[in-house]
């Protein structure tokens, strides 16, 4: 079973470029200025890091959820290394550090909502990991 | 040669999501209504098909530019056919169309620009390749 996806990216001078999909909710993307871009919006890569951890959390605070977790608040710290010589200047390490706030928050429940996510529900982890070794650790922050 | 790239990924209610980079520039994650979300913004596999095309256009663009075509438009209809079941719901197959706009813009540069791209700069394609193939195309629209 399978569906398709589409995206539409659109040049808007220099390295502005906007993207939207089929209900025209868009992403915008520019370069930092050290690569001749204005810095208007983040860079593909700093997007495709922000996604990976974005993908991981919407799992997580679901599994979380639904095994009855107080979570009051919830930040993920992605860290990656990046090769800049020679090109392709991918990533050759991914951190993510979880920092979970709430009440009464378990452990075990957030270690285990951690590893559900990123071996087998995260999509963005599912193809990254092919390409890079992705580690991650955790906070709690007990309120 | 190597760098750091931070990101800080924050939860904002439901399936929201905000990240930002160490000089605050931000893009926003959301869910599709059938998955519970509020559609507020792209989801993170949108997001990483959108910054795979903006990736290789940020160096497409460029080669074009040092070859002196004469590019008044541009944009990638960029599609991708993903797995729904089972989890993760990878990408299985991604096409890249490009689509350029111009005076006179040379086949033979479009087509070198795209293979130097995708082949040797693309950070993005240099890590989604080892997951999932990538194909592409393009149409030169002369003014």
Same mark, same amino acid.
């Given at each position: ?18 993207? *939207? ?6 992403? &915008? ?8 871009? +204005?810095? /208007? $919006? ?16 919407? *799992? ?6 639904? &095994? ?8 993920? +710290?992605? /860290? $990656? ?63």
């Amino acid at each position: 079973m399978s569906s398709i996806k589409k995206m539409i990216v659109e040049w808007k001078g220099n390295y502005r470029l906007e993207a *939207h999909n089929e209900k025209s909710i868009a992403v &915008k993307f520019d370069a930092p200025k050290e690569h001749g871009g +204005e810095e /208007t $919006a983040l860079s593909p890569m700093e997007n495709v890091l922000a996604s990976l951890a974005a993908c991981s959390s919407f *799992h997580v605070l679901t599994i979380l959820k639904k &095994k009855r977790q107080k979570v009051t608040g919830y930040s993920v +710290e992605a /860290t $990656a290394e990046r090769r800049e010589d020679p090109p392709p200047r991918v990533f050759t390490k991914i951190h993510l550090k979880y920092i979970v706030k709430g009440k009464d928050v378990s452990a075990q429940a957030v270690e285990n909502a951690i590893k559900l996510s990123e071996d087998k529900y995260c999509s963005v982890g599912g193809m990254l990991q092919k390409a890079v070794p992705i580690t991650s650790s955790f906070e709690i922050i007990q309120e």
